[in-house]
């Protein structure tokens, strides 16, 4: 609790209103922190709310989304107090994002070069001619070793893998605080996943960031987060460090995610995925959201939905398994 906190989420809930009976609880009540330099993984099922937290955190959900509640404390302000120019500032600047698909996030018209030169000209307020070198350098930083020519070429010019590292150097070329990565390998094949995630942890440790790394892959939470948030639901089910998650996780939800891991010591080659699914975000039970698919579920928890507390040093826990 000594280390100061970069970002500080109180009682998030977004919603969707899709009609006048139909309200998405897509993010319903989370609260989490994230130190300075810290990468925290954001874990769970499709439809659990992982985007749409980060979406908030940016303050980029649209419509019928709202942000219905809560804080966002980034260092002393809430960002859900700012103004749209005054967010226009964080983002970029402060908190910086990138995507799965990055052909969605590069200008298919301009070339890369112009594109991480426009995103610095407009944060950093310095001379295009500066910027372009500083482009050069960030460029081979993020691993193109003919930056020069990368600067003259289009994104489709470039591989999915390439076109990644571009956007990572657009990203990071106004030296944010807080990084969040939306499956940002997901899209690519393995080698190069590896390759982008080792990217990602380098400029982390040269440039202090802290990344906020949504994925589903428990392989690449292990490998490289420090900290694990397993949402299901809307909501986080299980908080604390890697270290513990993997060795001693309590939510049945958790432990079902990693019993679907194939496990070599084991020899299970099969993926024996938890039987279900999620349940839609417009209809939650009033008890446990996990209820349907725990093997656990007693009585209580299809009365009422247990609380996110804190059952063991840093390690939180939604579940009435542990009162
Ligand atoms: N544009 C939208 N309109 C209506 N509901 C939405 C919209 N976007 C998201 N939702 C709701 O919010 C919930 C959470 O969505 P979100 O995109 O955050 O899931 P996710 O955890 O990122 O899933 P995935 O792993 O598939 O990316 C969804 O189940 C959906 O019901
Ligand atoms: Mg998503």
Known sequence: MSQPELLHVKGLRTYFYLDSKKVAKAVDGVDFTIKPGETVALVGESGSGKSITSLSIMKLVSKPGKIKEGSILFGDKDLLNMSEKQMARIRGNDIAM?????MTALNPVFTIGEQIVETIVKHKKIHKKLAYEKAIELLKIVGFPRAEETMKEYPHQLSGGMRQRAMIAIAISCDPKLLIADEPTTALDVTIQAQILDLLN??????????????HDLGVVAEYADQVFVMYGGQIVEKTSVEELFENPKHPYTTGL????PDIDKDVTRLGAI?????????????????????????????????????????????????
Do not use: W
Request: charged share 30%; net charge negative.
């Open 258 to 261: 990693l019993e679907s891991l």
């Open 202 to 215: 380098e400029m982390k440790r040269k440039f202090n960031m802290a990344i906020l790394l949504i994925t």
């Open 98 to 102: 990138i995507f799965q698909e990055p």
């Open 275 to 323: 039987k279900g699914s999620v349940p839609p975000s417009y209809s939650f039970p009033e008890g446990c959201r996990f209820y349907d698919r725990c093997p656990h579920a007693m009585d209580t928890c299809k009365e009422q939905n247990p609380e996110l507390i804190e059952h063991e040093t840093d390690h939180f826990v939604r579940c009435y398994l542990y009162d």
